[in-house]
Structure formats: structure tokens, C-alpha cells
């Protein structure tokens, strides 16, 4: 699936008015970065992807592929006519995911939104809602992957949930590093300066949550 991350960037950017100078220099990274974001060249730590979200007054939510690719293999399906099947034995089998999406967000893994972001860090949305402060996502983290450049920290509004599905996740929130196998899960509080990094040997796979202001 092909992630027109900086197609979108450079949408919301300029209906905020912003010059692309301006936008680098209120995100403090160069304008040549931000260019490059912008035409694909390049791709965002999660910081800095959190501080173009916050400058722009936008949800992280908002900077997805607002209409992924569909698998061909996989037929959309009216929801009337669930109804009347009994071919049905997943649920995500149900329904495009666009269908009744203000109610119910059923999504099939090949229609999922992504976010590739710097040094092999990924992100999966599980499920679109009308709640703009909300992210469920499933994320990826490379060996040696971090959410943030040269050991800096990121904060923002609300609260941050995760549970590690395979790979050994180091969490460090504040003054305090925990590191996470699988099976381990927390929660916290997101205005506390934290940072994501895969200390391991294979990828990190875990399910998000995260709850607040612009998530």
C-alpha cells in the first residue's frame, strides 16, 4: 500500500496557511526536511510527526491514508446483505470498512490505513472512528527502531495504552526506562516526556491506544 503521507502533509499545511518555512522553522528541523517529507523523499520520527500535528491543529489520526487500496481479492459487501448470508465466519468479512463508519469500523487487514515513518517504525490503524481523539493502531518497530531522534522525548495531551505482542519494546517515560517482552503491557500518562525503542534482535509488534487531545 503506497503512503501519501506527505501529499497530505503539504494539504493540511497549506489550508492552515503555513509556508513550508515556517512550518520547519515552528517544528525546529530545516525546510529542505520538510520538502522532502512532502514529495516522498523522506519520512518523520513519531516526535516530529506528533509536532507537525499539534503546529497544524490536526489529530495524528488525520495524517493517515484516508482511502487505503483494496484488495481485490477481498469483495466489499453491502451490510443489508449480511443479513441474508451464511458465508459470513469473520467479521471483518462483513463489511467494506467505510461502510456505517460513523457507527461501527470493521476492517479487513488489507484495507488498513498505514504510517511508515523514520527508521522502520510503522503504524497500522485498527479502526476509524468519528471520535477525533482517539488512535487504535497496530505498530511496528524495526531493531533498533526509536520514536524519536537522537534520544530526544515527545508529550502531549491524554493518555497512552500498549501491549506487546512479540520483541522487547524499551519505554522510557520521564526519569524511569521499562522494558517490555511479550505478553507485557502499560498505560501512562502522555504529557510525561516518553520514548519508544526496539532493544531486541527481531521487530517489535504491539496493539496502541492512545486517548487525549489530538492523539
Given at each position: 500500500?503506497?503512503?501519501?503521507?506527505?501529499?497530505?502533509?503539504?494539504?493540511?499545511?497549506?489550508?492552515?496557511?503555513?509556508?513550508?518555512?515556517?512550518?520547519?522553522?515552528?517544528?525546529?528541523?530545516?525546510?529542505?526536511?520538510?520538502?522532502?517529507?512532502?514529495?516522498?523523499?523522506?519520512?518523520?520520527?513519531?516526535?516530529?510527526?506528533?509536532?507537525?500535528?499539534?503546529?497544524?491543529?490536526?489529530?495524528?489520526?488525520?495524517?493517515?491514508?484516508?482511502?487505503?487500496?483494496?484488495?481485490?481479492?477481498?469483495?466489499a459487501v453491502h451490510p443489508e446483505e449480511?443479513?441474508?448470508?451464511?458465508?459470513?465466519?469473520?467479521?471483518?468479512?462483513?463489511?467494506?470498512?467505510?461502510?456505517?463508519?460513523?457507527?461501527?469500523?470493521?476492517?479487513?487487514?488489507?484495507?488498513?490505513?498505514?504510517?511508515?515513518?523514520?527508521?522502520?517504525?510503522?503504524?497500522?490503524?485498527?479502526?476509524?472512528?468519528?471520535?477525533?481523539?482517539?488512535?487504535?493502531?497496530?505498530?511496528?518497530?524495526?531493531?533498533?527502531?526509536?520514536?524519536?531522534?537522537?534520544?530526544?522525548?515527545?508529550?502531549?495531551?491524554?493518555?497512552?495504552?500498549?501491549?506487546?505482542?512479540?520483541?522487547?519494546?524499551?519505554?522510557?517515560?520521564?526519569?524511569?526506562?521499562?522494558?517490555?517482552?511479550?505478553?507485557?503491557?502499560?498505560?501512562?500518562?502522555?504529557?510525561?516526556?516518553?520514548?519508544?525503542?526496539?532493544?531486541?534482535?527481531?521487530?517489535?509488534?504491539?496493539?496502541?491506544?492512545?486517548?487525549?487531545?489530538?492523539?
Amino acid at each position: 500500500m503506497m503512503d501519501n503521507l506527505g501529499s497530505r502533509l503539504k494539504d493540511i499545511r497549506l489550508k492552515a496557511g503555513l509556508t513550508l518555512r515556517e512550518l520547519a522553522r515552528q517544528v525546529d528541523v530545516s525546510p529542505s526536511f520538510v520538502s522532502q517529507i512532502e514529495n516522498g523523499k523522506s519520512q518523520p520520527s513519531v516526535a516530529t510527526l506528533y509536532a507537525f500535528a499539534q503546529l497544524l491543529n490536526v489529530s495524528v489520526d488525520d495524517l493517515f491514508e484516508s482511502k487505503p487500496a483494496l484488495d481485490p481479492g477481498v469483495p466489499a459487501v453491502h451490510p443489508e446483505e449480511v443479513l441474508n448470508r451464511g458465508d459470513v465466519t469473520n467479521p471483518s468479512e462483513a463489511w467494506h470498512p467505510s461502510e456505517y463508519a460513523n457507527r461501527v469500523s470493521v476492517v479487513h487487514p488489507s484495507h488498513r490505513s498505514r504510517l511508515n515513518m523514520a527508521a522502520g517504525v510503522n503504524w497500522e490503524r485498527l479502526a476509524a472512528t468519528p471520535e477525533r481523539d482517539v488512535n487504535f493502531m497496530k505498530i511496528v518497530y524495526a531493531p533498533g527502531a526509536t520514536s524519536t531522534d537522537e534520544g530526544d522525548t515527545v508529550s502531549h495531551a491524554g493518555y497512552e495504552y500498549g501491549y506487546v505482542i512479540a520483541g522487547e519494546l524499551q519505554v522510557t517515560i520521564g526519569d524511569e526506562a521499562f522494558t517490555l517482552h511479550a505478553g507485557e503491557s502499560l498505560g501512562f500518562d502522555s504529557s510525561i516526556p516518553h520514548s519508544l525503542k526496539n532493544t531486541g534482535s527481531i521487530d517489535v509488534q504491539g496493539i496502541w491506544f492512545v486517548h487525549g487531545a489530538h492523539a
